[in-house]
């Protein structure tokens, strides 16, 4: 590390040396003839930094602002606020940030007054955002590509847009670029380089060990819903401080809150419940009541999938999932947020088989056959089709009823629906304007295109479903091994 990195590192960051796997990353992005960089390392290891500090360097050093793709709203804004805090001149633009403020970003972002400027990879579609990145003295001078599993159609958590941010990258005139995730296989870091037009020579790995000693990872298996609460309040019990307990369906968490809140009311813990479907000014509240909890006063949080990613609390004591995740992924990068602080956490999984059905039926959603797809065309294109001046913009409650009828608009059925629209959203048959937007990504879209059902591959929807399924077996598999910590390091190759 050079004097000059290592300045910046003390007086912005506030640290006097960087961990092994960090330096070696910005080696590989500052040396003098620079390169790209996959970085996959377990949550808490230190990511951001590996960014954001060659970003401050290559600024005093060349200028020119660093974009930093990011796939979730709640996210994007928890970075912003600690490099803020840290006094560096960092920003985001998103579908919760008004018209008047969003402008006022773009022009201060061409006169080149960011560091550092977040954005989701859909943003590059719009011509204003566009035409403030194009006038940036000193252009981009380094790319940032955070949870790049989005990209992979291997992966757990496809974004749409993140599949053409290889194309987005080539726009920017291909600067330097970082991509970073916790989570990833040999087959989704191979996809990450295919769609960013990289290899493993130009774009090498960068990974930390996988293994988090403090973290004790286990499997129990349950038949009720007393034993999961019983479990629940026993981690609790045995591992005191602020916890999560995960569910896969909002309705199951509701149904839980009472009995889990009873029980542990009796240790004088607090209950906070997060999910999709609050109100954003109560996801804050919640939120700011978690990352305020304290040894003196904890709190469980009950809570979906929408809660965790880019949560900054040292000392979560355990996490439970008391349903059975998706994937290995999401399941290794949801038990990453415990303990890191170092001090020892419990992450205890409630094996239940009837809860498989659960994940089966999200790989249905997930992946939307023909029929559904030209329905939701067929509704959107009669009703919508003249909306270029914004009057046809339109939401998925719009078609719910229409799609899954009466019976299933409020409930689980209508959930293929939303997975429909990404579908169309990607095909390019409609697009995501961000109006009534959330942290899910949801909101309000727009009719684009006629789509013809020859672009519509069977096989492909049918490939993807069954990849969707092995996953959900290798959780299965997860369940059975013993040896959990060995199961993850074999998963993923590291």
């Known amino acids: 590390m050079n004097e000059n990195v290592r300045t910046v590192l003390r007086d912005r960051f506030g640290f ?32 951001s930094l590996c960014y954001q500090l060659p970003a401050l360097v290559e600024r005093e050093g060349r200028g020119g602002t660093t974009l930093v793709f990011s796939p979730l709203i709640a996210l994007m804004e928890d970075q912003v606020s600690a490099l803020r805090a840290k006094g560096v001149a960092a920003t985001h633009v998103n579908s919760t940030v008004s018209k008047p403020k969003r402008l006022e970003r773009y022009a201060k972002l061409a006169a080149g007054q960011y560091e550092l400027f977040y954005a989701t990879p859909e943003r590059m579609l719009k ?33 749409p847009a993140y599949q053409r941010v290889g194309e987005f990258r080539r726009e920017l005139g291909s600067p330097r670029t970082v991509a970073l995730t916790a989570t990833a296989t040999r087959a989704v870091r191979e996809d990450i380089r295919l769609v960013l037009g990289a290899d493993d020579e130009s774009m090498p790995l960068f990974a930390g060990a996988i293994d988090r000693p403090n973290l004790d990872l286990s499997v129990t298996e349950v ?45 004088g813990y607090d209950l906070g419940v997060y999910h999709g479907k609050l109100d954003p000014k109560e996801k804050k509240r919640v939120y700011r009541r978690f990352t305020e909890a304290t040894p003196d006063r904890p709190l469980v949080l ?5 809660f965790g990613m880019g949560v900054d609390k040292a000392n979560i004591r355990f996490i439970v999932h008391a349903q059975v995740p998706g994937s290995v992924e999401a ?24 809860d498989l059905a659960i994940q089966q039926e999200f790989s249905q959603w997930a992946n939307p056959g023909a029929d559904l797809l030209m329905q939701c065309m067929s509704i959107i294109e009669g009703r919508y089709s003249g909306g270029g001046d914004g009057h046809g913009n339109f939401e998925a409650d719009d078609l719910r009823l229409d ?16 997975y429909a629209l990404i579908t169309l959203e ?17 909101g309000a879209y ?27 077996l290798k959780v299965v598999e997860m369940t059975k091994a013993g040896d959990v910590p060995a199961f993850v390091r074999e998963y993923f190759e590291l």
């Open 426 to 442: 990607k095909l390019g048959a409609i697009e995501f304007v961000g109006l009534g937007g959330g942290e899910d990504g949801r």
């Open 16 to 47: 006097d040396s960087l961990r092994p796997v960090q330096g070696d990353v910005v080696d590989r992005l500052l040396g003098d003839t620079g390169g790209d960089a996959l970085v996959v390392l377990p949550t808490g290891s230190g990511k």
């Open 127 to 159: 011509a204003d955002f566009r035409e403030a990145i194009d006038n940036v003295p000193g252009g981009i001078n380094l790319l940032a590509v955070d949870e790049a599993h989005c990209i992979s159609s291997w992966g757990h958590d496809l974004r």
């Open 223 to 267: 038949w009720d819903d007393m034993e999961k609460v019983d479990a629940i309040a026993r981690v609790a019990r045995a591992h005191p401080g602020t916890g999560i307990v995960y569910f896969a369906l909002i309705k199951d968490l509701e149904r839980f809150e009472p009995m889990v809140r009873s029980e542990l009311a009796k240790d």
């Open 403 to 418: 799609v899954v009828g009466k019976g299933h608009a409020h409930g689980r059925g209508g959930g293929m629906l939303e």
């Open 331 to 354: 399941y290794f990068q949801e038990v990453g947020r415990a303990g890191r602080d170092g001090a020892p956490s419990r992450c205890e999984l409630l094996y239940s088989q009837a």
């Open 302 to 306: 009950l809570a979906t999938n929408a």
């Open 446 to 472: 727009r009719y684009l295109r006629t789509l013809d059902d020859s672009e519509i591959d069977a096989d492909e929807i049918d490939e993807k479903r069954k990849r969707d399924l092995m996953r959900l």
